[in-house]
Structures are given as structure tokens and as C-alpha cells.
């Protein structure tokens, strides 16, 4: 046991050695763009680490940004661009006291790191780069059992490497290497080596030090994208690569290529773009094999779902490779399922493909293709040439020469890609590992985007449970409503809509947004969606009822605030009445196809100020009218401001037909911009085809009250064309709704009638909010009590609902025809 151990430490050691004689090699070398970068692929390469990345103090010292990192994508991790400095993150406090932190994947659980990851098995170290206040190597470990001693001794050694002060180039970039480049943000003012005033032909004495002097030779057509790297408003802090032309004496354009990294500012020093600039005219008639596998490896990177995995794989391997067809599928238990099929129209694959799978999207036993079910156990990729013996359903994919890969992650298979030919191909070795390379990136890039799609779907799922899970039948009209969730992350959005019948044919559409996308988002989204159809249902007017909610929303303890646009809408008169609490103004679509953004006034968001005032806007619907109300999601990006969004959204709405109104709310999603969650609520006002007969009197407090509401009614329902049976009912249930409300409560009486389709409706409201309660017995000697009784037995239904300051008892009486 003794020689085991011992022999460990020789090795342990001898590890520990070569990483410190690759770091003195290292610091020792004239310091070039890409040094920070190879110092922490140290890490890499002697910690065991996945990702190694410095966060420094920059322009501004309470943030520390990543200064560099190496490895795989920081966003796998949770892992952010910047921390504040004096917050509580790993990095945080490494950097403020100065002593390492070591966390596994227990200390990591339901840390913002594991929450924005779909796995949290990963360990994490936070090394300072020297005294308190120096900034610290943050390294992530995706092994069992974390950063080892060994590892930790390494990671040490890094971070004292990183410490370590560059040297500093001198005199306007004369010590530089030939194809490296310095830019300082703030003046424009660049050091160039010798070998990039070759490129542009600018001698040395000849140069001004300015960007804009090299910006000057480039091609007109190149100039915007260049600038997106070069000027500071676009940049942020990570690596950047881009290929452009520039002009020359004679002959035609010269293209170059450039990678660069933004640096964040230090030591009073400015923020600067470091990086090569090397002649690319060769390079892009014969892209090397390295080349492929980053670009696949960048492009898997930022891919979210199965499908971008797909799209990812096709784009950097089908022209590459001059294939005919890409098929990429997934392995769910004994099936393979095809989701993406490149070219996709079903005449490019084989005809049994189309024969006995789907025509879009085929899935098959494996054991239906014994070879392809062969490739698959041995977990290699396979290459057969033009004439090999396959299987009709596979010969069919590459005439000339099929490959197969298998794509492992996780210790099983995630699925096959299967590329083909028609012409014969020779298949050269470094083509073959070309493929079994991509076959592991696209393995692991499609687990995770499988796990993606199910985590989305479950909050989307989360997010559907809190709307509506299906819109009312209206009177005169018809509603539709569509909820699009972000797949920009994980997180549950605040978006939300509403369709709340009310009393007298009115309607609310209320549609809104809260702050964030989270779960406080989700919870309190679904507190103002109940608020708000509580308050409307009580009978407020439009301007109260958000007025109540945004009341609500000071009075709780959060710090979100939220939007919102209500249209109460009279189904029987056509009119409206808008209220917006900080959100988008609605969109009418009018009967001849005219559209108007109608300028509504509006409040404050709710949940800003808690004496805030919100207008109400009068609006006209004429049969025929749409009305669209959406959230910012649909309307605005980093790409369209707000005004051109909802520009645009009038014009799809204009150029839809309203008759199939859940045709138009899927073309008005057509193309949305997935970044937030996007929630939209159509309504078409057709007008009611028969309108209710309606009156009401006021009961006056006096003595004979009752004689002149029973007077009131007869010569009503007389006016209608009541008949007599129905008539004395109608007199006795306003004789005991009305005593019942004179007797038991103070303030105001009302007495409302409305007839429609042979449907009489008798309501009295009262400021008392206590309902009518049916007495389960009465004796003989009881004095009261009995009313209500009368009232149910001559009436079809009866009932008591809530009203602004009160309640309203009503009665329905069916008429004979």
C-alpha cells in the first residue's frame, strides 16, 4: 500500500511540475493577445477543469467583468458576464477577502449557477489573483468528485501565472507581434505590429495611429459589420471574429480576417479590443477540418432546442462536406426519430420513406435497419462507399457513399446522423475523424437541448395553468387568445390576458405584463389576473377597477411592478371604454380593413404610484371592428423599436381576414420575436342581432316607496307586452325585493328591468354587501322570513351578486311566448 501511495505522489507531483514549467514558459514570453487565453487553458489541460475564466475590476469597481476564459461555454454553467463586487457570487467574495473557494455541487444546489443550468452536477473554484481587491480565476469541474489536490495546486499556480505583470507594449505598437492589434475604446487611437501595415500597404512612418485610417480602406458593403466589432456601443465583453475586404491599388478585393476580444478597462486604463488580424484570401477557398469543428462546436453552443442542434449540424457539414442529404435523429427507446431532414421536400429521400413513415417527420424501429442498428451498439462511426450492400432504406440516403454517425453523450446514444452521396466519394482519414469529432459535439450538444425542450415545455405548461383555460361565448362577439413563452430561457414569463363577462352585456378584456421572468413574476401575474376579475366583477367602472389593483400591488411586499390595458366593451351599444396602466395602446382593425392605433390617455404602471389617476377613453365599435390588444413581446426586440413593431402589427392586421379570427391571431405570431414571452387577445365586435328592453327607477325612502316601484313596473312591463300571469308575478317580486331592501339596509335603491327573448330579469340593488339568506324552516308564529321564499317560487331562478359598494338580488321570470 506504501509504493501505491508513494507512486501516486510521483505522479501527483510530476503533474503539478509540468503545469508550473508551462506557466514559467508562458510568463516569460513577450506578452501577445492570446497570452491570458493560453495561461488558462492551462487549466484545461493540468486542473481537469471544463471552463476557467479571470474576472477583474474594470471602469467601473463595483462590477468585476470576464476579462478571458477558455473551455466550454460559460452559459452551460449559469455563469455570468459580470458579478457585482460587492454581492455575494463565488467570485464575489473571493475577490474581496482574498482566500479561495472551493464549492461542490451540494454548496452550488439552488444557487443561481445550478438554477440556470439543466444539470448542477458540476463543481466550482474561486481562486484570487493576490491580495484582496485583485480580482480571481473562476474554474468549473464537471468531475465527480470536484478539483482534487492535485487540481487545486495547479489552479493556484494559474492564478499567480494571471497575477504575474504583462509587458507592456511600447512605443505605438513597434514590440508587438506582426499580426496583433491594440485598440483603445474610448480615443480610437490602435497599436499595430509590422505584419497588418503590410496588409493594408501603410508604411510604419506613414501611419497616424488612428482606427479610422485602416476603417478607410475598407469596402463600403463591409464597413457596418466592422464597425459593430470596433465601436464600443456594440461591443460587450467576450471574443468576436469576423472576415472583410479591403480595397487594393489593382486587383480586386483583399480579404482579411479578424479576431478579437474586448478587454474591460483597468487601473485607469480604458477598456480595449485586443486581438490578430491575418490575411484570410487562402483560408476561405479551403476551410481546414480545425476550422469545422469550431465553428460546429460555436454553433452547438448557443443552440437551445433539438431542432437548432439540427439546423447547427447541417449548416456546418453539408456544404463543407458536399453532401446531398442530412438526416439527424433522436434515439427514444427501440425508435429512432427524425427531426430534421435537410433537404427537407420528401422527393430528395428514399421511397420507402415516404411509403410506410411520415412524409415530414418519419420514425422507424432501429430494428428495421439492421446496419444502422449495428452502427449504434458498436458506438463508431461508420463509413460505407458507393455499392456497399445496405438496406433499401438506407442505400437509398447515399448512393455513393453513406456515413453513419452515432452521436454518444451521457454514456448512451443520443441519436444517428446519417449524411450521403450520390456522386461516388472517396473518404479521406482526416474526414472520417472530421466525423466522429462532430458525432461527439452533436451527442452532447443534443442531450442538452433535449432537456431543454422538456424543461420548456414544463414552463410553458407552468405558464398555460395560470391563463385561462378557455374563453367565454360572448354576446355579440367572438375572442381569441395566444400565449407564445420565451425560448430565450428557461424562466416562467408574466405576460397575461383575460375575458371577463360582466353584468348588462359587458364585457373586460383585460390583457397585461409584469415585471421579469421569473417565478415572483408567474405568482404575481396570477394575484393581479384575480384581483382584477374580483374588482370587475363587483361592478366598478373600468378607471376604479385598475385603480383597486394597482392599490393592491403597492400594498404587497415586491419590488415588481406591472402593465395593463382594460376595455370594458357595452356588447348592446357598441361603445367602450379603454383604460391603460402603462402598457401598449390598442390596435382597431375597422370594417372597410382601415387599422388605427387608437391614442388612448393613459396611467402609470401599477405598482408605481400609489395615488396614480387612470383616464378612461370613450371608444366606438361599429359591427365588424377587431380589437388587439398584446403584449411587448410581439412588438418590440434589440432589433425593432416599439413604434415599428406596432406599425407593423396594424399592417398584418389590416391585410388579415377577420372572419377567421384564429387564422389572424396565428399569422400576427408568424415570425415573433421568441426573446420574451409574447401574449395576444383578439376580439370582433359583430353586434348583438337582438337587444335587450331596459329600465330602471330609483326608489325614493318615502312612506308609499313600494306602491310607486310596483306602479313603476306595471306601466313598464304593460308598455312591453307582458302578459297578465306574468305581469302579477313580475308585481309581487319587486313588492318583497324592494321591502327587503328598504327594510334591511340604508343608502341608495335601484330597481332594474330588462326583457330579452321572453326572459324577464328583475334586479334590485341596495349598499348593503350582505346577501338575502333563504330561512331552512319557518313556523307559524314568524313574522318575517317568507319573501325570499315567494320570490323562489314564482321565479325561474333568483340569485344575489356583488356590485360597487353593495350587492344586487335578482329574479328571472320566463315569459309565454
Aim: include cysteine; charge should be negative.
Amino acid at each position: 500500500m506504501a509504493n501505491v501511495v508513494s507512486d501516486g505522489a510521483a505522479i501527483s507531483g510530476t503533474r503539478t511540475e509540468r503545469a508550473e514549467s508551462a506557466l514559467d514558459t508562458l510568463t516569460a514570453s513577450p506578452v501577445t493577445p492570446d497570452r491570458l487565453r493560453r495561461i488558462l487553458e492551462q487549466a484545461l489541460v493540468f486542473a481537469a477543469a471544463s471552463f476557467a475564466g479571470v474576472y477583474t475590476p474594470g471602469d467601473d469597481p463595483t462590477q468585476l467583468y470576464l476579462a478571458e476564459s477558455a473551455g466550454l461555454p460559460r452559459t452551460l454553467y449559469g455563469l455570468r458576464d459580470s458579478y457585482p463586487a460587492a454581492g455575494g457570487s463565488p467570485v464575489a467574495e473571493a475577490h474581496r477577502t482574498g482566500r479561495t473557494r472551493w464549492l461542490g455541487p451540494a454548496e452550488l444546489a439552488g444557487g443561481p449557477e445550478a438554477r440556470r443550468t439543466p444539470s448542477g452536477e458540476f463543481s466550482l473554484a474561486a481562486v484570487p489573483l493576490g491580495p484582496a481587491g485583485s480580482g480571481c480565476l473562476l474554474a468549473v469541474s464537471e468531475h465527480p468528485g470536484g478539483f482534487g489536490s492535485d487540481d487545486r495546486a495547479c489552479l493556484e499556480l494559474i492564478a499567480r501565472a494571471i497575477a504575474v505583470p504583462p509587458q507592456e507594449a511600447t512605443e505605438e505598437g513597434r514590440d508587438l507581434p506582426p499580426d496583433t492589434f491594440s485598440l483603445a475604446m474610448d480615443s480610437g487611437r490602435v497599436e499595430v505590429g509590422d505584419g497588418i501595415l503590410a496588409l493594408f500597404g501603410i508604411a510604419r512612418d506613414g501611419f497616424d495611429g488612428r482606427v479610422e485610417t485602416l476603417l478607410g480602406q475598407t469596402v463600403p458593403e463591409d464597413l457596418p459589420a466592422l464597425m459593430s466589432v470596433v465601436e464600443a456601443d456594440h461591443m460587450s465583453i467576450g471574443d468576436r471574429e469576423l472576415e472583410f475586404r479591403i480595397l487594393q491599388p489593382s486587383g480586386s478585393p483583399k480579404w482579411l480576417r479578424l479576431r478579437g476580444r474586448l478587454l474591460p478597462g483597468e487601473k485607469g486604463r480604458p477598456a480595449r479590443l485586443v486581438g490578430t488580424l491575418a490575411d484570410a484570401s487562402t483560408l476561405r477557398s479551403d476551410v481546414t477540418d480545425v476550422a469545422r469543428v469550431q465553428r460546429l462546436a460555436a454553433a452547438l453552443a448557443t443552440a437551445g432546442t433539438v431542432k437548432d442542434v439540427g439546423n447547427a449540424v447541417v449548416a456546418a457539414l453539408r456544404k463543407p462536406l458536399q453532401a446531398d442529404r442530412i438526416a439527424l435523429a433522436e434515439l427514444e427507446n427501440d425508435r429512432l426519430v427524425v427531426t430534421v431532414l435537410d433537404p427537407p421536400e420528401p422527393e430528395f429521400w428514399p421511397e420507402v420513406w415516404r411509403s410506410e413513415w411520415r412524409t415530414e417527420w418519419p420514425d422507424a424501429p432501429v430494428r428495421a435497419m439492421p446496419t444502422l442498428s449495428a452502427a449504434l451498439r458498436e458506438g463508431r462511426a461508420r463509413i460505407w462507399p458507393a455499392g456497399s450492400p445496405l438496406e433499401p432504406a438506407l442505400a437509398d440516403v447515399g448512393p455513393g457513399g453513406l456515413a453513419v454517425l452515432p452521436l454518444p453523450a451521457g454514456g448512451r446514444m443520443a441519436g444517428a446522423c446519417l449524411i450521403g452521396w450520390d456522386r461516388p466519394r472517396e473518404f479521406a482519414p482526416d474526414e472520417r475523424a472530421l466525423l466522429t469529432v462532430c458525432a461527439g459535439l452533436t451527442g452532447q450538444a443534443l442531450l442538452r437541448a433535449h432537456a431543454f425542450d422538456a424543461e420548456h415545455e414544463l414552463v410553458g405548461m407552468l405558464q398555460r395553468t395560470l391563463l385561462p383555460r378557455r374563453l367565454p361565448r360572448l354576446p355579440g362577439a367572438v375572442a381569441v387568445a395566444r400565449y407564445l413563452p420565451t425560448t430565450a430561457g428557461l424562466e416562467v414569463g408574466g405576460d397575461w390576458y383575460d375575458v371577463i363577462p360582466l353584468a348588462d352585456n359587458h364585457v373586460a378584456f383585460v390583457i397585461g405584463d409584469v415585471q421579469g421572468h421569473n417565478a415572483g413574476a408567474a405568482t404575481l401575474m396570477g394575484q393581479m389576473r384575480t384581483a382584477l376579475r374580483a374588482y370587475a366583477a363587483e361592478g366598478h367602472p373600468p378607471d376604479v377597477v385598475v385603480s383597486h389593483a394597482n392599490r393592491l400591488l403597492m400594498d404587497m411586499e415586491t419590488d415588481l411592478f406591472a402593465t395593463c390595458a382594460y376595455v370594458d366593451v357595452d356588447m348592446e351599444q357598441g361603445t367602450a371604454l379603454c383604460v391603460r396602466a402603462g402598457h401598449l395602446q390598442p390596435v382597431l382593425r375597422h370594417p372597410d380593413g382601415s387599422t388605427t392605433i387608437v391614442e388612448t390617455e393613459g396611467g402609470p404602471p401599477l405598482g408605481v404610484l400609489s395615488r396614480a389617476e387612470f383616464p378612461m377613453t370613450p371608444l366606438r365599435l361599429q359591427p365588424g371592428t377587431v380589437l388587439a390588444l398584446t403584449t411587448d413581446g410581439l412588438v418590440e426586440s434589440a432589433d425593432e423599436d416599439l413604434d415599428v413593431g406596432m406599425e407593423r402589427l396594424a399592417r398584418a392586421l389590416a391585410a388579415a381576414d377577420p372572419a377567421h379570427l384564429g387564422q389572424v391571431a396565428d399569422a400576427l405570431l408568424t415570425g415573433a420575436h421568441r426573446g420574451d414571452d409574447v401574449a395576444l387577445l383578439l376580439m370582433r365586435f359583430d353586434g348583438m342581432a337582438v337587444r335587450p328592453l331596459r329600465e330602471s327607477w330609483t326608489v325614493w325612502r318615502v312612506p308609499e316607496a313600494v306602491r310607486h316601484a310596483r306602479r313603476f313596473t306595471r306601466r313598464t312591463l304593460r308598455t312591453w307586452g307582458v302578459e297578465r300571469d306574468t305581469l302579477d308575478a313580475a308585481l309581487l317580486v319587486v313588492s318583497e325585493l324592494v321591502t327587503n331592501a328598504l327594510v334591511h339596509t340604508g343608502g341608495p335603491v335601484r330597481l332594474d328591468m330588462s326583457l330579452v327573448n321572453h326572459r324577464l330579469r328583475l334586479a334590485v340593488a341596495d349598499s348593503s354587501p350582505r346577501s338575502p339568506m333563504k330561512p331552512a324552516s319557518i313556523g307559524w308564529e314568524a313574522t318575517g322570513g317568507r319573501g325570499i321564499l315567494l320570490v323562489e317560487a314564482v321565479s325561474a331562478a333568483w340569485g344575489a351578486i356583488p356590485v360597487s359598494g353593495g350587492k344586487q338580488v335578482w329574479a328571472d321570470l320566463v315569459a309565454p311566448d
